[in-house]
Each structure stands twice: as C-alpha cells, then as structure tokens.
C-alpha cells in the first residue's frame, strides 16, 4: 500500500525559510507527476509546484524564484524547500503522486505558518 507522509511544517517569520519533505512508502510502478500543493483556511487547495515525467517543472506564479522543488531517488523522498516566506505562504500543504494509471496519492498534510 502507498502512503505519503509530510514533514518539516511548523511556524517561521516573514522571510524565513522551511523545507518540507514528503516520504513515499510502498512502490508506484509508474508515475505521470510528483508535486506539492497547499490549502489556505477558507480557499481552496491549489497548486504550488508540480514535476510532470517527461515535461518538466512548474511553478504557481506566487511562489516563483521563492520555492524549490526537488527528490532524493535512494530516500524516496521529495522536497519542497521555502524561502523568502511570506504570510499568504500560510497554509496546510500537501504531496502528492500521480500514476500513470490515473491513480492519484495524497499525503496527510503539513501546516506552515508564516507570521510575525
């Protein structure tokens, strides 16, 4: 069975820095796209960085030239690391895998928190 499991939220000032990683246990034989998403209290949830096989890396336009994705391929392990955070940055984030079956993951989700 696949879980995602977040880590690295928590609370950072305005301009502060976090690096959230997202480890997968359990195999997904394929996969269409691997990338991070957040929901603010009240909106709904939106993409924040996504890594489609075979297209390449997008960004949210808000968090471009802040915000960096990556993966460790022997931990299995993604990343999204945070700069330059910003209080509208508030918001629970989550992983997520795509199959190319169509099969989508999501993990449990992180909270960050930017305020002063």
């Known amino acids: 069975q696949v879980q995602l499991v977040e880590s690295g939220g928590g609370l950072v000032q305005p301009g502060g820095s976090l690096r959230l990683s997202c480890a997968t246990s359990?195999?997904?034989?394929?996969?269409?796209?691997r990338g991070w998403y957040r929901q603010a209290p009240g909106k709904q949830r939106e993409l924040v960085a996504t890594?489609?096989?075979?297209?390449?890396?997008t960004y949210a336009d808000s968090v471009k030239g802040r915000f960096t994705i990556s993966r460790d391929i022997a931990k299995n392990t993604m990343y999204l690391q945070m700069n330059s955070l910003k209080p509208e940055d508030t918001a629970v984030y989550y992983c997520?895998?795509?199959?190319?079956?169509?099969?989508?993951?999501w993990g449990q989700g992180t909270q960050v928190t930017v305020s002063s």
């Open positions: 997520n895998v795509v199959s190319t079956f169509g099969r989508t993951y």
């Open positions: 359990g195999s997904i034989l394929s996969i269409n796209s």
């Open positions: 890594v489609i096989s075979g297209s390449g890396t």
